[in-house]
């Protein structure tokens, strides 16, 4: 689709990127559906401290250009008891066969978040 005026599809881009970060940051905190998976590392270190990592990927703020250049809050990384944490949001269609077609529609969109030691990346 082709835009008559550059500065509306910039807006609409970012809007479109603002609603992508919001359904992101929802799954996050467990506010929109979504699956959520840890990694065998991360249930290695024990119940609890699985918990205080899910607790911490929850309430993830630390986004700057840097770590999130596409603003879509999808990836955070930080250290626990000395571990690397990586946590990272996909997006599937609906059936979890393929990429989403649009990761800003909550109809046409699984997510997915999957939390891991860095070392198991």
């Not at 609603?19 to 959520?36: E, F, S, Y």
């Not at 290695?44 to 918990?51: F, I, K, Q, Y």
């Not at 607790?55 to 603003?71: C, E, I, L, M, Y």
């Not at 997006?91 to 860095?118: F, I, N, Q």
Request: aromatic share 10%; net charge negative.
């Amino acid at each position: 689709m082709a835009c008559q005026k550059e500065d509306v599809c910039l807006q609409s881009a970012n809007e479109r990127t603002a609603k992508i970060a919001r359904l992101n940051d929802q799954l996050r905190r467990g506010q929109t559906p979504g699956q959520v998976f840890v990694t065998e590392g991360i249930l290695s270190l024990g119940e609890s401290a699985a918990v205080d990592i899910l607790s911490q990927v929850r309430d993830h703020n630390d986004f700057t250009q840097a770590n999130d250049p596409h603003g879509e809050r999808d990836f955070g990384a930080f250290r626990y008891r000395g571990e690397k944490v990586f946590w990272k949001i996909d997006y599937y269609d609906p059936e979890l066969k393929y990429g989403s077609e649009d990761p800003a529609d909550p109809a046409r969109t699984c997510r997915v978040l999957t939390v891991m030691l860095a070392r198991e990346y």
